[in-house]
């Protein structure tokens, strides 16, 4: 599947100790409400934090922050703060404790709302669990908004591809939507 969107989520541990790491199986999966998901190939420290906390902040990865965001998915030990390592500063969210991080334009503090295993049909556990979460607050830097919409190329989202492939977003066009007579 590619282009894929990256989740950079970032979430507390249960000693305060704040976690950044990419997803690439993510993707906003409801509008309204709205819901998100990330897929977590074993038990990694992201999901371990959320399941500890019920929160986490999906953080926009960016052309500009590139560098930064592949840091973040090194493997740290869990008492690492990720944000240190990965050269970012951390700013406060409204109504979750996570951190989101600072120079990313775009984030969405979550609540978690269920995780589901999956199970092959022959029984086969896989080591994939998906997480859900509820949006309930956005961040958007005004420094991206351009007559009351979000400017896309001003953002320049950054989106995985197959191998250690990357694309940036930075051609946008409209199509309309068809009518019964077109
Ligand atoms: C662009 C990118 C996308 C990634 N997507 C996923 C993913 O969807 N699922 C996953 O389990 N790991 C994914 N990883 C690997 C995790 O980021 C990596 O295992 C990281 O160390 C997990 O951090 P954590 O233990 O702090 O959660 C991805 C890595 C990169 C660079």
Not at 13 to 24: K, M, R, T
Not at 51 to 57: D, I, K, R, S, Y
Request: hydrophobic share 45%; aromatic share 8%.
């Amino acid at each position: 599947m590619v282009p894929r969107p990256i989740g950079w989520i970032s979430s507390l541990s249960s000693d305060g100790i704040a976690n950044l790491a990419p997803y690439s199986f993510f993707n906003a999966v409801s509008g309204v409400p709205p819901f998100v998901m990330f897929s977590s190939a074993g038990r990694k420290d992201s999901q371990t934090n959320i399941e500890a906390t019920g929160e986490f902040v999906v953080n926009m990865a960016v052309a500009d922050l590139k560098d930064a965001m592949n840091r973040s998915s090194a493997s740290f030990a869990p008492g690492v703060d990720e944000f240190a390592r990965a050269g970012l500063e951390k700013a406060p969210c409204h109504n979750i404790s996570a951190p989101r991080v600072a120079a990313s334009p775009v984030a969405l503090e979550c609540v978690l709302n269920s995780i589901v295993p999956l199970t092959a049909r022959d029984g086969t556990k896989a080591r994939s669990e998906v997480i859900f979460g509820e949006v309930v607050g956005i961040h958007i830097s005004d420094a991206v908004i351009v007559d009351g919409m979000l400017d896309i190329t001003r953002i320049r989202p950054l989106s995985r591809l197959g191998y250690m492939d990357y694309a940036i977003i930075d051609e946008v066009f409209p199509i309309a939507r068809p009518t019964e007579t077109d």
